[in-house]
C-alpha cells in the first residue's frame, strides 16, 4: 500500500512512533529496572537504568516495527488494529521496515557501548525470535503462539540482570519464567473480547478456536504456574518478608479473577483480568525493587 500524501509531517511522525507500540513497550520496561535492582543488591547506577532501559526500550519498538510490517494484511481485517499507521497509509511498509532496522540496529550499537555484549545480543536475540519465531511461525499457525511467542516479551528481565553482572543466572531464569507463564492469560483474556476478529483473520488466538470455557481453564492453569513461579523466585532470589507477602496477596487477587473467567466466561470477566493483570506485574515488579531497598 502506498503511502497517503494527506497526512502532515506531524502525523507521520506520530505513525512512527505508534509502529513502535509504546504502550507495550512501557509494561516490558516495568520488569528490567526492578530486576537490576535484584542483580545489584541494591539501587543500580542511574546512568545504568537509563542506558538500560532506552537500549531496552529501542529494540523492543523496532521489534514492534518489523511486527507491524508482518501483520499489515491481517491488521486491515481486525477492528482493534485497523487504525494502526500502515493500515492507514501513512506510510509505505517499506519504509516502516527501514525505520525498524533502524532503530534495531541503533539498539544493539547503544547497548554494546553503554551497557555490555551480552545485554545486546539478548535483546537483538528477543527481537528475532519475535519477529520469526511467533510473527512468521507460530501466529498464524497454531493456538500455542501466544504461549512459545511470548518468550520474546519476558526478555527484559535477563537483559536487565545481565546489564548489571555481565551474565545470568537462576534468578532471572525464574523471574523469566513468571513473565513467560504471564503472558497467555494476560493475552488470552484479551482475546477473548477480540475473537471475532481474530477469527475474520484466520488467527488461530486459542479463544477464536476453542470455547470460552476452554480458554478459562487454560488461564487459570497458567496463573497457578506463575503465582507458583513467584514463591519459586522468593527462594532462588534470596527475596524477603515483604516481596514474598506481595507476591502471594497479588497472585491471590489474579487467581480470583482468573477464576470469576472461569465460573462466567465472558467478555465482562475476561477485560476485569485483563486489566488486573497489567496491575499485577506493575506491582509485583514495584514490590520487588522495594524490598531490595528496604
Known amino acids: 500500500m502506498p503511502a497517503s500524501p494527506s497526512f502532515t509531517p506531524r502525523a507521520r511522525l506520530v505513525g512512527y512512533v505508534a509502529l513502535t507500540k509504546p504502550r507495550i513497550v512501557e509494561l516490558l520496561l516495568v520488569t528490567t529496572v526492578p530486576t537490576m535492582f535484584v542483580a545489584e543488591g541494591g539501587v543500580p547506577s542511574v546512568w545504568l537504568m537509563i542506558a538500560t532501559v532506552l537500549g531496552g526500550a529501542l529494540a523492543a519498538g523496532g521489534a514492534n516495527a518489523v511486527n507491524m510490517v508482518v501483520d499489515r ?17 501513512v ?3 517499506r519504509a516502516a521496515m527501514v525505520f525498524a532496522v533502524v532503530v534495531e540496529v541503533a539498539a544493539f550499537a547503544w547497548l554494546v557501548a553503554t551497557v ?16 520469526f ?3 512468521l511461525w507460530l501466529k498464524r499457525s497454531t493456538t500455542r503462539n501466544i504461549v512459545i511467542g511470548g518468550a520474546a ?3 527484559p528481565v535477563l537483559i536487565g540482570w545481565s546489564a548489571i553482572t555481565n551474565s545470568l543466572a537462576w534468578a532471572p531464569v525464574v523471574l523469566f519464567l513468571v513473565i513467560f507463564y504471564w503472558t497467555p492469560p494476560h493475552f488470552w483474556a484479551l482475546a477473548i473480547r477480540y475473537r471475532e ?17 476452554a480458554t478459562s481453564n487454560r488461564i487459570l492453569s497458567y496463573a497457578a504456574v506463575m503465582v507458583a513461579l513467584t514463591v519459586v523466585f522468593w527462594s532462588v532470589a534470596g527475596m524477603g518478608v515483604l516481596y514474598l507477602v506481595s507476591a502471594l496477596m497479588l497472585g491471590t487477587a489474579f487467581a480470583v479473577f482468573a477464576v470469576a473467567v472461569r465460573r462466567n466466561p465472558n467478555e465482562r470477566t475476561a477485560m476485569r483480568l485483563f486489566s488486573f493483570s497489567i496491575t499485577y506485574v506493575t506491582l509485583l515488579f514495584g514490590a520487588i525493587a522495594l524490598d531490595v531497598v528496604l
Open 73 to 89: 494484511d491481517i491488521d486491515s481485517l481486525m477492528e482493534r488494529t485497523s487504525q494502526r499507521p500502515l493500515v492507514r497509509g
Open 91 to 93: 506510510m509505505t511498509p
Open 116 to 131: 555490555n555484549l551480552l545485554s545486546a545480543v539478548l535483546a537483538v536475540s528477543a527481537t528475532l525470535f519475535y519477529v
Open 133 to 135: 519465531v511467533y510473527s
Open 153 to 155: 516479551g519476558a526478555a
Open 197 to 213: 476478529d481474530y477469527s475474520a483473520a484466520g488467527v488461530p488466538m486459542l479463544p477464536s478456536v476453542v470455547s470460552l470455557r
